[in-house]
């Protein structure tokens, strides 16, 4: 018996038990070596005596020891201790995919499409290192709290030189591959399969074979073909649904080669989901197809054994078929087929399967989502407040994530009244764009005293002559702690000389965790409120910038963390932002005039100390984007004047990169010709 408190191997201290398999429990323990918590997996005893089970249980060990990949989950050691084999791994705390996707029923578009990448991309690192994980499933997929995606379980993982197949080591039958349900060879394509299945299940919510037993639902992967994915949701872009239909090609060689194939058309979907890119190439000779006959569906009911022992977590059962018939019948035309299909697919792919428009190396942490929605392509659109109160003007704007400012004027309305707004009502603008109200004021106004100090605020109010009666705390995600968050009544209202106004002060987000948002695809200024209003901060240090064909300038091309994941509140993320198309020669159509504009960057971006670095200037005028300055500066540069040259009269705006990255805020440049 494992109870906490227990010492494995002189060095690992048990503290709880975290899940059970069917051949090992998982156990979080104290790394007293290390000063570390990990994961350590315990062969059961009923297993610890079989030497096939001890052999199989190191051999996982094994398979990903020498893996080190952050979409993969580490194993740090493997031993014996008494009779006990275990194997230590990183402690992942967070939430399997198979129970994030019960708990949301389906994931949304982009949130699907970015975990199905960081599986792809833990896939390739093993399938690199000659090692096949043959049971890909949402199960074994952890996601953790800061919303890095891991593959983990490489119990019945093998290398691809074998050739070995022991049916009992097959995966869960609700994601197995039709090769691996005939008891036939498996590689990496086995996998895709498999990842195909749990991509369907991600974006559909549900598996695409069901059945009574084992033995059908394994039927239904060889002859059956599942639901398209757009049938079912006609929100499911094409691209997306022509992905996962191939992967799940019952032919191997009719799915994608590779997973680094299945990354790249992922990505590309992202930025056309409704492109016609992915083509399903047919085997070279139809005629060769080899259909299941009743004899051999026999002898996959008899190899579904009654005393194969499942796992708890799983929903299904393992089968046990032993059809190897069919594969020794058809071995050297498959062999052969599959050479000419992999030639004539590396001869289509070669023009676009790079095609993605992004540097791979500003990637290996990121994780895209979707386009923006149609609404939010759209733009929100302005609620009527002429002739509502301030009060109410407030909350009318606040349900639809817009902002305002005040501006008094003179009228016969009662006081606090809207009498004009800016944009008109109906008009479409962004989420968190600025509205002017315009309003009838009389005698004292309350101060704008939001984001102050208690006491600035204080000082403020009663400079205008009003008492600040009480006041009260609450949390906020989006204004920082004891700062003022709003006033009652709001800021802005006419009030008489002496009127009692209540302070509201920030105290900070609330503790717990918090659902990710969607920023991939909104302006930068948006993205920064709603990281603001999920109680998120942004790391600036490593906010990059980088050119786009596809995204427009300003706009959020992915995130650090998937949307719609959990994290803890307070945690920090960071993003890719475009810079739009990178120009490659001046305008042809700009006119001999050249115009000047200036600017002055007040802010240092080097401390005292610091060494030189790159610094670069980057201008957006008229929709177009260039490099106006490159130059090594240092700390004792700043602040600085940068005299830039644009395409027209209009206005534009700079910013300023550092070693190619981006710092955070931009400066507005106005232009006019040169004398």
Known sequence: ???????????????????????????????????????????????????????????????????????????????????????????????????????????????????????????????????????????????????????????????????????????????????????????????????????????????????????????????????????????????????????????????????????SDLKRALDEPDGAYVVISLPIDQSKTIPITKEEIKELKGAARPEIKTTQEDDDKAIDPKIERIIKVCSAIVAIIIVVVIILLIASLKGWVNFSGRSSSKKTETTASPTPTKEAEEGIEVPDLVGHTLEEAEEMLNEVNLKYQLKDKESDEEPNTVIKQEPEAGEKVDEYDIVTIYYSAEGITIPDVKGKTEEEAKKAIEDAGLVVSSVKTENSDSVDKNLVITTDPVIGTSVEEGTSVILTISAGPESGTVIVPNIVGKKEDVAKNKLAEAGLTIDTSKVVSEYSETVKTGVIISQSVVAGSETDKGSKVYYTVSLGPKATEEPTDAPDVVYQGSFTASVNPFVEGEDPAEIKVVLTQDGQTKTVYKGTLGFSDFPKTFTVEGWSGNAGTAVICKNDVQLDGSYSVDFKAAQ
């Open 1 to 263: 018996m494992i109870n906490p408190g227990m010492m494995i191997g002189d060095r690992y201290e048990i503290t709880e038990k975290v899940g059970s398999g069917g051949m090992a429990d998982v156990y979080k323990a104290k790394d007293h070596r290390l000063n570390r918590f990990v994961a350590i997996k315990i062969l059961k005893q009923d297993y610890s005596s079989d030497a096939k089970f001890v052999a199989k249980f190191k051999a996982e060990a094994q398979s990903v020891a020498g893996i080190s990949h952050p979409n993969i989950v580490n194993v740090y050691d493997v031993g014996e201790d008494n009779g006990l084999y275990f194997i230590v791994m990183e402690l992942v705390e967070g939430i399997t995919l198979k129970k994030f996707i019960e708990k949301k029923g389906k994931l949304d578009v982009g949130e699907a499409v970015g975990i199905s990448i960081q599986i792809a991309q833990g896939m390739k690192a093993a399938h690199d290192n000659n090692i096949i994980h043959r049971d890909i499933k949402p199960q074994n997929i952890i996601i953790s709290k800061e919303g890095k995606v891991k593959v983990t379980d490489f119990g019945i993982a093998k290398a691809v030189t074998s050739n070995t197949i022991t049916s009992n080591a097959m995966g869960s039958v609700h994601y197995i591959s039709p090769e691996q349900a005939r008891g036939g060879y498996s590689d990496e394509k086995s996998d895709i399969y498999s990842l195909g299945v749990s991509m369907y299940e991600m974006f559909s919510g549900s598996v695409p074979f069901e059945g009574d037993s084992t033995v059908t639902v394994a039927l239904s992967h060889i002859q059956d073909e599942a639901i398209p994915l757009d049938d079912i949701d006609e929100d499911i872009p094409h691209s997306i649904a022509k992905i996962v239909n191939k992967c799940m090609q019952k032919k191997p060689e009719m799915r994608y080669l590779n997973a680094s194939e299945v990354i």
